[in-house]
Antibody, heavy 119, light 109 residues
Framework: EVQLVESGGGLVRPGGSLRLSCAAS????????MNWVRQAPGKGPEWVAS????????YYADSVKGRFTISRDNTRNSLYLQMSSLRVEDTAVYYC????????????WGPGTLVTASS | HSALTQPASVSGFPGQWITIPCTGT?????????VSWYQQYPGKAPKLMIY???SRPSGISIRISGSKSDNTASLTIAGLQPDDEAIYYC??????????FGGGTKVTV
């Protein structure tokens, strides 16, 4: 079964750091571009970052550029998001999402992990 | 890039068909055949319904279809059913290698 499972969310003070992980299974992880997408309470999804299958191409949303770092370990079938200088507005459910192979669409999503930045 | 524009809500009776528009610009929706649509139930992750403007992933009902004209993409649901009641989001690739979502449309049956 194709599956993504996020972990690492929690409560953090504004200005703090947190590292999210996403474990992939059931498909050839090293063949797919992967993404982080977040959704604040009561809001629509917001794309955060993407990383190509080899890790050579990385892109970020302007809202997180310079504060968040996406990475992957294809030997461990894992995706990561290092978040620093967290702000209250970063509070959201963070989803790991797979890019459709050869197309544009997020075809597999994890259940999400909640990050709360609050004092 | 601002969020793509969707109506806040659309409603219909069982068996009817509805269309949800998604308006962007020539830098996103109008510039690429890279629009996707998602269905989301409360407390659940979004689910891909349409990719590349009009392609359906395996397992998605033929009642679901997508199209695009200029800077506006549309999702059509034919033969509305009770379990179509959900929030629907559009998304597009953009000219700076980013992705952008719409604000979401709540469909009421």
């Amino acid at each position: 079964e194709v599956q993504l499972v996020e972990s690492g969310g929690g409560l953090v003070r504004p200005g703090g750091s947190l590292r999210l992980s996403c474990a992939a299974s059931g498909f050839s992880f090293n063949s797919y571009t992967m993404n982080w997408v977040r959704q604040a309470p009561g809001k629509g999804p917001e794309w955060v970052a993407s990383i190509s299958d080899t890790g050579d191409d990385i892109y970020y949303a302007d809202s997180v550029k310079g504060r968040f770092t996406i990475s992957r370990d294809n030997t461990r079938n894992s995706l990561y998001l290092q978040m620093s200088s967290l702000r209250v507005e970063d509070t959201a459910v963070y989803y790991c999402a797979r890019d459709q192979y050869g197309g544009y669409g997020f075809d597999v999503w994890g259940p999400g992990t909640l990050v709360t930045a609050s004092s | 890039h601002s969020a793509l524009t969707q109506p806040a809500s659309v409603s219909g009776f069982p068996g009817q068909w509805i269309t949800i528009p998604c308006t962007g610009t020539s830098s996103d929706v109008g510039g690429y055949n890279a629009v996707s649509w998602y269905q989301q139930y409360p407390g659940k992750a979004p689910k891909l319904m349409i990719y590349d403007v009009s392609s359906r992933p395996s397992g998605i009902s033929i009642r679901i279809s997508g199209s695009k004209s200029d800077n506006t993409a549309s999702l059509t649901i034919a033969g509305l059913q009770p379990d179509d009641e959900a929030i629907y989001y559009c998304s597009s690739y953009t000219n700076n290698n980013a992705r952008i979502f719409g604000g979401g449309t709540k469909v009421t049956v």
